[in-house]
């Protein structure tokens, strides 16, 4: 499998090291429903067969986190994003997300 | 048997015959030509026994010419360089070459275990699972040995390899996966658009097929035609050829797997030359010319040596200019039975008949087998007689008469099935095609096409005209214009099939698979047993599960259980084809990465020293890191531990930390990256001092520790354990990109940067004020205990001290650019020696930790909290931080949990060990008594015996406790005391001296 990093360009899968789901975002630790929340976000996975965008980082790369869309049922890359751009748009930070589309 | 007899046609093949090789086979000497492979050598000497098969021991002659062969499996080359069960028809001959027939004993003509087809009633399909059940332990003792004797392949070698694999990377634009002429014509097509193309094939020469068939393309022969189109595709510098090499695998976004076969051969790689080189071949479009494989017909005794595929006769024949046999009789369901007759005629060969399974004979076959004078029978080969080879065929004919015919040779074709595992490797499902009766490629991965006989189309026309549309089309899907280029043109020819597959009512067994030894009564009683599915079968009989995949067993495995079960073949299904389509060496797959290169190694600063010295190295993760220093006269390493430690703590040691990782942290928002990694508070920490910290993961176990030093206002350095390193480091960066990626903040890894050694004892502080440059004050009341500080040292070179201490000695950690690591390193250990210090390993250090009760790897072993280990009260309450939330789990703050605490051995002279589990004194050794375990044990050269770190429920309460130390692995049952997990000095009055 190769990644097209939005840093470094197609790279092949040995330079990266896989996290997981990247649809699950850390809950509010002072919320009254932390413990509840927090046990989702550590715990609890959608594992769907279809796309998934999942954190990869470019571990012998550049060392951005990375959002990768895969396909899981046929392992073709849907999308790359720089995680923290996803990040900061999520929060609506700022800053547009830099993409490359395999 | 025919030895000495010569088989060899008097002209004709692409054999050299003025380069003659001679090469061996069980000890006998034979002779062959260049361009010959081991199979070739051996017919064209009248070696037709060469191998037993695998479960009933039944002699085997060579059923084809490629990687298909499922029989002539031998034994290649002797020693160290012995290679099990090689294909003698892929083999190439070379000048020495040394077979040996495998799974036979004493001899191939004579095989005691052949008894085995005598008793094959408990050999038949699932024996393994009906015949060996009872009792157990006859299993072990006596079944395994038994049938591991009995059914086997070659043997491995027994000694290293001497041999070098490699591994490559390539890019292209388009991959061809074969050389026959779909691929050639595709190559030249994608080649001439200026695309960058990889043409890979098995063989040696490229042409496939067509080196093997007497064909006109262009007014050249089929085998001039591939040298002219070999040559010109040489010529393109955008081309790279790789013949002799198997494109075994297709993988995830357009990569592709083949292993070249640089070196087999020749009898001994050239040096600097590898055995083998495995390419990983990253491509933007592939075509699929893989060709196609031909299949056998199912009958009695159809494995006898002397029954070989139609094709590979007319391999054997035209290229390599051997005669397979005397007297043929060729069997056949399609119109390949024309082109075997007529090459067998033109080779001299004595045609006794042609049985073609189809009611009435085509015209064109008819007219020729008159023409030639074939006798034409419209029936089947019910059996053949001849146990070590064919002697004659008994045939039935379609209006029910027998009749026996004398013969040495039969060329059988059931038809050809499209060799289309690279279109199944990712899951794609062939589609049955009822016109060739066979599996085709079905949906394609994104970028692959196929084309030619891979594709179903078996006329050359049409593998010609495929194979150059696929080429133009691959190259200008990859932006670059393909001039339209003329098709080559070749004459016509005939490819009908009707579909045949198993010849009923043999009282000889019938071969479906032949590696594997399935025979028809196997799939039916199979069948009969309820293993109606495809996979059921499969497993049940092993059908398709030896080296060779069932190339030429699955489709008519698949065709008789559909007969039996009364449905089609597709809906009976296929079997799904995985990597790799031929067996590939697992050297290969290693390449480099043996022995002491199978990962990188690390060397820290002090390696080469360590080396000079004779010290003992350990490998910690990738690091080679210095354990002790041996001296002459200390019996064993205990001794030497002993010594180091006691250095320590009575004047001074060294020690390379190095290893631990090092991060540096800059910019504004540094310090509320560090609170929300770490579980206690720093955000007081001054410039110019160091705290210890704890992080965790997010489910509040203890993830790594270390510390942090403060060198700036938004400069933080921080230094993780040796093992974490790299996963600490990630985690720092996903919480900085993806947490909170509103923090500014950036961090590096700096650990090998950074040469870095700790100064421990109370004679430290003299030590580093002759390194550490005079300008700068170490004294205790202006750099006391956390100090950290950056400076110079030895006349100028930056430098960074930390007071820091990890034996509870007077202590600290000097760091300097890593390319002055070796330099200081022996600086410190000369100054050291001069106050009566050592150099100490990680041995040492360890022991000194569990003297002081630090938690290591061993207690931060992913299962604990802070605290277990006893850290609870560093938690801060005033912020949050990764893990607070799911570390106050009921489950995780339970005052029963196992806690840190320490043991001595009741008797003193009593060895301690990690791992013993600790039981109530008077409890029964239970695991529902089981209280916790030891994690850390060293004998104590401070307290004179063996101590201990360890969880033990509710630990901190049971102080002065006896407790059983109880290890079942090593048989060993000791009464340890409760203590306090810090042995010396308690109150840290050293660490601040
Ligand atoms: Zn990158």
Same mark, same amino acid.
């Given at each position: 499998m190769r990644l097209a990093c939005p840093c470094c360009g197609e790279r092949s899968l040995d330079e990266f090291t896989f996290l997981g789901d990247a649809s699950v975002t850390r809950p509010d630790p002072s919320a009254d429903d932390a413990a509840g929340a927090f046990h989702a976000y550590a715990y609890l996975r959608r594992n769907a067969a279809g796309p998934s965008d999942e954190l990869w980082f470019h571990n012998t790369g550049c060392h951005a986190w990375l959002v990768v869309t895969r396909d899981t049922r046929t392992h073709e890359i849907l999308g790359v994003r720089l995680a923290q751009d996803v990040a900061l748009a999520r929060t609506g930070n700022r800053k547009d997300v830099r993409e490359t589309s395999a | 048997m025919s030895r000495g007899t010569s088989y060899r046609l008097a002209n004709g093949g692409a054999i050299d015959r003025s380069r003659p090789l001679s090469f061996s086979f069980d000890g006998h000497d034979y002779t062959g030509f260049a361009g010959d492979t081991l199979a070739s050598a051996l017919l064209a000497n009248g070696v037709r026994l060469v191998a037993r098969s695998f479960k009933y021991h039944r002699p085997r002659g060579i059923l084809s010419a490629g990687s298909e062969e499922p029989n002539a499996l031998v034994e290649l080359r002797a020693g160290a360089r012995r290679e099990p069960n090689t294909r003698a028809t892929t083999a190439e001959l070379y000048d020495g070459l040394d077979a040996l027939s495998q799974n036979r004993w004493p001899s191939l003509a004579f095989d005691i275990l052949a008894v085995n087809s005598l008793a094959s009633p408990i050999f038949v399909a699932g024996f393994y699972y009906k015949t060996f059940m009872w009792p157990a332990a006859f299993w072990e003792k006596l079944y395994e040995p038994m049938i591991r004797r009995a059914a086997g392949l070659g043997r491995a070698a027994d000694a290293p390899d001497p041999d070098t694999y490699e591994k490559v990377t390539a890019f292209c634009d388009v991959l061809v996966v074969g050389g026959g002429p779909a691929g050639l014509t595709a190559a030249r097509a994608a080649a001439r658009s200026g695309a960058r193309v990889v043409l890979a094939d098995e063989s040696f020469a490229l042409g496939g097929r067509l080196l093997a068939e007497r064909r006109t393309i262009d007014q050249m022969s089929g085998v001039e035609w591939c040298s002219s189109m070999t040559n010109e595709l040489a010529a393109y510098d955008n081309v790279r050829l790789l013949p002799r090499t198997t494109v075994f695998g297709a993988y995830d976004s357009g990569t592709y797997g083949a292993v070249e076969r640089v070196s087999d051969h020749v009898a001994v790689p050239p040096d600097g030359t590898p055995r083998q080189r495995l390419w990983r071949i990253v491509a933007k479009r592939t075509i699929v010319t893989a060709g196609a494989t031909e299949r056998p017909i199912v009958f009695g005794n159809n494995d006898r040596p002397g029954v070989m595929l139609a094709g590979a006769v007319r391999t054997y024949i035209n290229r390599f200019g051997v005669a397979p046999g005397r007297r043929t009789v060729v069997f056949a369901n399609n119109d390949d039975g024309c082109a075997t007759i007529a090459d067998l005629a033109a080779a001299g060969i004595d045609v006794a008949a042609l049985v073609d399974t189809r009611s009435a004979t085509p015209r064109h076959i008819a007219d020729l087998a008159a023409r030639l004078g074939v006798r034409a029978i419209n029936g089947v080969i019910t059996d053949v007689e001849g146990r070590h080879g064919v002697k004659r065929a008994r045939i039935r004919t379609t209006d029910g008469a027998s009749l026996v015919v004398d013969c040495d040779l039969v060329a059988v074709s059931g038809g050809w099935n499209p060799n289309i595992q690279m279109t199944t490797h990712l899951n794609g499902k062939p589609r049955w095609n009822d016109a060739i009766s066979a599996f085709t490629p079905g949906d394609l991965p994104k970028g692959m096409s196929v084309a030619g006989a891979a594709a179903g189309e078996f006329s050359l026309t049409a593998c010609l005209a495929q194979g150059t549309r696929a080429g133009a089309a691959a190259a200008a899907a990859t932006g670059f214009d393909a001039e339209p280029i003329d098709v080559p043109t070749t004459g016509d020819e005939h490819v009908a099939i009707s579909a045949f597959w198993h010849v009923e009512g043999s009282r000889h067994k019938a071969l479906v698979d032949f590696q594997n030894d399935v025979t028809a009564a196997d799939v039916a009683l199979a069948e009969r047993e309820g293993f109606r599915s495809?996979?059921?079968?499969?497993?049940?009989?092993?059908?398709?599960?030896?080296?060779?995949?069932?190339?030429?067993?699955?489709?008519?495995?698949?065709?008789?259980?559909?007969?039996?079960?009364?449905?089609?073949?597709?809906?009976?299904?296929?079997?799904?084809?995985?990597?790799?389509?031929?067996?590939?060496?697992?050297?290969?797959?290693?390449?480099?990465?043996? /022995?002491?290169?199978?990962?990188?190694?690390?060397?820290?600063?002090?390696?080469?020293?360590?080396? +000079?010295?004779?010290?003992?190295?350990?490998?910690?993760?990738?690091?080679?890191?210095?354990?002790?220093?041996?001296?002459? #006269? +200390?019996?064993?390493?205990?001794?030497?531990?002993?010594?180091?430690?006691?250095?320590?703590?009575?004047?001074?040691?060294?020690?390379?930390?190095?290893?631990?990782?090092?991060?540096?942290?800059?910019?504004?928002?540094?310090?509320?990256?560090?609170?929300?990694?770490?579980?206690?508070?720093?955000?007081?920490?001054?410039?110019?001092?160091?705290?210890?910290?704890?992080?965790?993961?997010?489910?509040?176990?203890?993830?790594?520790?270390?510390?942090?030093?403060?060198?700036?206002?938004?400069?933080?350095? @921080?230094?993780?354990?040796?093992?974490?390193?790299?996963?600490?480091?990630?985690?720092?960066?996903?919480?900085?990109?993806?947490?909170?990626?509103?923090?500014?903040?950036?961090?590096?890894?700096?650990?090998?940067?950074?040469?870095?050694?700790?100064?421990?004892?109370?004679?430290?502080?003299?030590?580093?004020?002759?390194?550490?440059?005079?300008?700068?004050?170490?004294?205790?009341?202006?750099?006391?205990?956390?100090?950290?500080?950056?400076?110079?040292?030895?006349?100028?070179?930056?430098?960074?001290?930390?007071?820091?201490?990890?034996?509870?000695?007077?202590?600290?950690?000097?760091?300097?650019?890593?390319?002055?690591?070796?330099?200081?390193?022996?600086?410190?250990?000369?100054?050291?020696?001069?106050?009566?210090?050592?150099?100490?390993?990680?041995?040492?250090? /360890?022991?000194?930790?569990?003297?002081?009760?630090?938690?290591?790897?061993?207690?931060?072993?992913?299962?604990?909290?802070?605290?277990? @280990?006893?850290?609870?009260?560093?938690?801060?309450?005033?912020?949050?931080?990764?893990?607070?939330?799911?570390? #106050?789990?009921? /489950?995780?703050?339970?005052?029963?949990?196992?806690?840190?605490?320490?043991?001595?051995?009741?008797?003193?002279?009593?060895?301690?060990?990690? #791992?013993?589990?600790? @039981?109530?004194?008077?409890?029964?050794?239970?695991?529902?008594?089981? +209280?916790?375990?030891?994690?850390?044990?060293?004998?104590?050269?401070?307290?004179?015996?063996?101590?201990?770190?360890?969880?033990?429920?509710?630990?901190?309460?049971?102080?002065?406790?006896?407790?059983?130390?109880?290890?079942?692995?090593?048989?060993?049952?000791?009464?340890?005391?409760?203590?306090?997990?810090?042995? @010396?000095?308690?109150?840290?009055?050293?660490?601040?001296?």
């Open positions: - | 495809v996979e059921h079968l499969k497993r049940y009989t092993t059908l398709g599960m030896a080296t060779d995949q069932g190339r030429t067993a699955n489709v008519n495995a698949l065709a008789i259980l559909a007969k039996l079960t009364g449905k089609s073949i597709p809906e009976t299904g296929m079997t799904t084809a995985r990597p790799p389509f031929t067996p590939v060496a697992l050297g290969a797959f290693a390449g480099h990465h043996r /022995g002491h290169d199978f990962k990188p190694s690390r060397l820290p600063p002090s390696y080469d020293w360590t080396r +000079e010295q004779g010290g003992i190295l350990v490998e910690t993760g990738l690091w080679m890191r210095p354990a002790y220093f041996p001296r002459a #006269g +200390e019996r064993d390493w205990l001794d030497t531990v002993k010594r180091e430690v006691e250095t320590v703590r009575r004047k001074v040691g060294i020690c390379d930390v190095s290893t631990l990782g090092k991060i540096d942290v800059q910019g504004p928002d540094s310090i509320a990256l560090i609170e929300r990694l770490y579980m206690n508070g720093m955000t007081t920490l001054k410039v110019g001092r160091a705290r210890y910290g704890v992080m965790l993961r997010e489910d509040g176990m203890v993830m790594d520790d270390g510390t942090v030093a403060r060198l700036g206002e938004h400069h933080y350095f @921080i230094t993780t354990t040796t093992a974490n390193a790299a996963k600490v480091y990630q985690h720092m960066q996903l919480a900085r990109q993806w947490l909170w990626p509103e923090l500014d903040v950036e961090l590096a890894s700096a650990t090998e940067q950074w040469a870095q050694y700790a100064v421990a004892g109370p004679r430290s502080r003299d030590l580093l004020s002759s390194i550490v440059d005079p300008v700068f004050d170490i004294r205790d009341a202006t750099f006391p205990y956390l100090a950290a500080a950056e400076l110079t040292c030895c006349g100028g070179v930056k430098a960074r001290l930390y007071r820091l201490s990890f034996s509870g000695e007077l202590a600290y950690e000097i760091a300097v650019p890593a390319r002055y690591g070796d330099a200081l390193w022996r600086r410190l250990v000369d100054d050291a020696h001069a106050l009566g210090g050592c150099a100490y390993g990680s041995e040492a250090l /360890g022991v000194m930790r569990i003297e002081k009760g630090h938690v290591s790897g061993p207690e931060l072993n992913g299962t604990t909290t802070p605290s277990d @280990i006893g850290l609870g009260s560093m938690a801060s309450k005033k912020k949050d931080y990764i893990g607070r939330v799911l570390g #106050g789990r009921l /489950g995780l703050t339970d005052a029963e949990r196992p806690t840190l605490v320490g043991f001595k051995p009741l008797d003193r002279a009593k060895r301690l060990r990690a #791992g013993a589990h600790f @039981i109530a004194r008077n409890a029964e050794a239970t695991a529902a008594n089981d +209280e916790g375990y030891m994690t850390s044990a060293a004998f104590s050269p401070s307290l004179g015996h063996w101590i201990g770190l360890g969880l033990l429920r509710r630990g901190p309460q049971r102080l002065g406790e006896v407790v059983r130390a109880f290890d079942p692995l090593r048989n060993e049952d000791n009464l340890v005391e409760v203590v306090s997990p810090v042995f @010396i000095d308690p109150e840290g009055a050293r660490l601040r001296a």
